[in-house]
């Protein structure tokens, strides 16, 4: 049987957040719906973030109420960024069962994402994940800048790994290791992955590459040979992050799909109907989806 690799469908979130058009909370819902018809199982659907901070992600209570929720017998995950107590106690209220907490390799990031620095926000980490955990809630973890800083350039493995290990430490099951900003190379991601899996399993790590400049496939290739079987990826390439300028989607869903069938990997998810469902938003948004493969699949 062909070895399955998960994805984790961070469009309705990351895709989303940094979009500067209204988008109803109808839309979002009618994005997830083809996405679990596309055989999708792990979305993150909302973001309980401050809508000061974050306008876009306001509705977040009202999608997660609207979300189809038969499919979860079958399988499908929805789960919600909380970066603090306050967070997670909207999270819980809105019936998510993943949450995840950010926290950052770079204090400077850290400082303009979640107007903290990084102690600070393991600190309330640590809070929300253990009323995650009395809550039966499984928590993951993301880094950001693990391949760069916007605002302090190269960051060394060894602080991705430091902040990482104290995820796991606080029972965080999955550390996600953000490329916010796409400045990595599939050489810079073996490093960093080196480091990690010397002190982590790749069955914990998850790539969150994003593709600003185009390498974000390449080091979704280079990750797989170097074990890991998680990625997180945005349909139709939606995406960018409000305190990351210039930082562009992730990477494409549809184009890892096609990489990962190729490559004799399992994912549960049927390439076209996810490329319809790509189509949906970039319609909604006005716009053309970002995907390579989306776009090569429709002039063929
Ligand atoms: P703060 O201003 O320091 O918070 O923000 P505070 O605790 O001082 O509270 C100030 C106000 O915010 C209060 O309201 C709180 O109620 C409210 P007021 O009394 O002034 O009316 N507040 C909240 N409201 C709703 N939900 C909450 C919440 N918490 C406080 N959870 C905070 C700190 C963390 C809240 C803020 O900085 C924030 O919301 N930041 C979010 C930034 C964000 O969402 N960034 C994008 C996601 S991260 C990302 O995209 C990277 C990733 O994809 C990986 C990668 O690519 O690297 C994950
Ligand atoms: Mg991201």
Request: charged residues 20%.
């Amino acid at each position: 049987m062909a070895e399955r690799v998960k994805i984790v469908e961070v469009g309705p979130r990351d895709g989303l957040q940094n979009e500067k058009q209204p988008i109803d909370v109808a839309t979002k819902v009618a994005l997830i719906e083809r996405l679990v018809a596309a055989g999708v199982t792990h979305i993150e659907a909302a973001s309980f973030v401050s809508p000061k901070w974050v306008p876009q992600m306001a509705g977040s209570a009202q999608v997660m109420a609207a979300v189809p929720r038969a499919h979860q017998a079958k399988g499908v995950h929805y789960s919600a960024l909380t970066p603090n107590l306050q967070g997670l106690e909207a999270a819980l209220a809105a019936g998510c069962e993943e949450v995840a907490v950010f926290g950052a390799a770079s204090e400077s990031f850290s400082r303009k994402n979640i107007n903290c620095s990084i102690a600070e926000s393991l600190e309330r980490f640590r809070s929300v994940t253990e009323a995650a955990q009395a809550a039966g809630v499984r928590v993951r973890g993301y880094v950001s800048c693990v391949l760069g800083c916007p605002y302090e350039g190269a960051v060394a493995p060894a602080q991705v790994l430091r902040v990482a290990l104290q995820l796991r430490e606080m029972g965080c099951h999955e550390i996600s290791l953000g490329d916010t900003i796409g400045r990595g190379t599939p050489d810079a991601t073996r490093r960093l992955l080196e480091a990690c899996l010397r002190e982590l399993p790749a069955t914990m790590l998850a790539g969150h590459y994003h593709d600003t400049w185009g390498m974000a496939v390449a080091n979704v290739a280079a990750s797989l040979e170097m074990g890991l079987r998680t990625f997180d990826s945005s349909v139709a390439g939606l995406g960018g992050c409000p305190y990351a300028a210039g930082a562009s989607g992730n990477v494409a869903s549809e184009d890892v799909v096609y990489l990962l069938q190729n490559m004799g990997y399992e994912t549960g998810i049927d390439l076209d109907a996810l490329v319809d469902a790509g189509l949906f938003i970039s319609q909604a948004l006005g716009r053309a989806p970002q995907s390579r493969v989306s776009q090569a699949l429709r002039s063929a």
